[in-house]
C-alpha cells in the first residue's frame, strides 16, 4: 500500500513539473530570478489542478464559466 501511494504521490509531482516547464523553460534565460518566481506561483494553482485538466480533456468537458460581476 506505501508503494502504491508513493507511486501516486510521485506521478502527481511529475505531473506537476511537466506543466510548470513551459514557464520555466520560457523564462529561464530571459528574466531575473525575481520574475521568475513571479511567474511560478502564478502558474502554480494550475499546475496542482493538472489531474482536473487531464480528465477534463480526455472527457470532452470544458471548464464552467465563472460569472464576473
Known amino acids: 500500500m506505501r508503494l502504491l501511494i508513493a507511486?501516486?504521490?510521485i506521478v502527481y509531482l511529475i505531473g506537476?513539473?511537466?506543466?510548470?516547464a513551459?514557464?520555466?523553460e520560457g523564462?529561464?534565460?530571459?528574466?531575473?530570478?525575481?520574475e521568475l518566481t513571479?511567474?511560478?506561483w502564478q502558474a502554480l494553482p494550475n499546475a496542482f489542478a493538472w489531474p482536473v485538466a487531464a480528465y477534463r480533456s480526455i472527457t470532452g468537458k470544458e471548464t464552467p464559466q465563472t460569472k464576473s460581476d
Not at 506537476?16 to 510548470?20: A, M, Q, S
Not at 523564462?27 to 525575481?34: E, M, P, Q, S, V
Open 16 to 20: 506537476v513539473g511537466v506543466v510548470l
Open 27 to 34: 523564462k529561464w534565460n530571459t528574466a531575473t530570478a525575481a
Open 22 to 24: 513551459p514557464t520555466v
Open 7 to 9: 507511486l501516486i504521490v
Open 38 to 40: 513571479a511567474s511560478i
